[in-house]
């Protein structure tokens, strides 16, 4: 698939922006997630979040939030309170959808960056994290895993190293070992695909002037998401504080 001139030229000024961050003894990922912050910084920008994007305290949630609730008002929340249609991961589900994907797979898509929310060092680890109990474990294993699967081509798949990456880094890359171990485990597991098709669709979603139909996408996610009676937050799960620290991202106490 060709990337056409005007989102070529979106990934590429980002991650010139990016680069010039750089310092030195950053590794591979380190970098890679720096250019992720400046396109997801710059998607935020043309929906007319601000320069600081998503640093002013967010939107109050209700007692009992449901996984729709944190879509609405957390990951793809716009200013105006309504719903940030050029949102990275809605774009990823919405070409999942498009292509007529699983409904598994573009449920991982339009959840596989939230670990962002939480922290950005491993986020596909935090993502996973986040969810598991909560989704069928094909979905949360497979968030898990397109974070060391971005890293490596698939020619099966058509998935080449994206040429932003390889723009910056050069041809000669040579990702994290963890990274590599993860991949390589990952590749001869039966739930490789999910994972993969992640990255394939990870790559595209980087359109400024998207206008995503969101209804369908929220339809699937709420159907194959266990939203607990007390609200996600209020279960005493293992993993109920991640939802907390995402309401109430700045609490000091
Ligand atoms: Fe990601
Ligand atoms: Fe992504």
């Not at 609405?72 to 105006?80: E, Q």
């Amino acid at each position: 698939m060709e990337l056409n001139r005007k989102r070529r030229d979106f990934m590429r000024n980002a991650a010139l922006a990016a680069a010039a961050t750089f310092t030195p003894g950053m590794t591979f990922a380190q970098k890679a997630d720096a250019v992720e912050d400046e396109l997801e910084r710059r998607l935020m920008l043309a929906q007319g979040m601000g320069m600081g994007g998503g640093t002013t305290e967010p939107p109050p949630m209700p007692e009992k939030p449901t996984i729709t609730d944190f879509m609405r008002l957390r990951f793809y929340d716009a200013p105006d309170g309504g719903i940030r249609q050029n949102s990275h991961m809605l774009q990823s589900a919405n070409l999942a959808l498009k292509a007529g994907y699983d409904e598994k797979v573009v449920v991982a898509c339009a959840l596989h960056d939230t670990g962002h929310q939480i922290r950005r060092v491993d986020h596909g680890h935090w993502g996973s994290n986040l969810i598991e109990g909560y989704v069928d474990e094909e979905i949360s294993w497979a968030i898990k895993y397109h974070q060391s699967l971005r890293f490596f081509p698939d020619p099966d798949y058509n998935y080449e190293y994206p040429e932003m990456y390889i723009r910056i880094f050069g041809e000669d890359y040579v990702p994290d070992e963890y990274q590599k171990a993860h991949h390589d485990y990952a590749k001869g597991h039966e739930w490789y695909h999910t994972a993969r098709v992640i990255t394939v669709n990870d790559v595209y979603g980087w359109d400024e002037d998207a206008v995503v139909d969101y209804e369908p996408i929220f339809e699937l996610v709420a159907k194959h998401f266990r939203t607990p009676p007390e609200g996600l937050g209020f279960d005493n799960s293992h993993n109920a504080h991640f939802w907390r620290s995402i309401i109430w991202p700045n609490r000091p106490l």
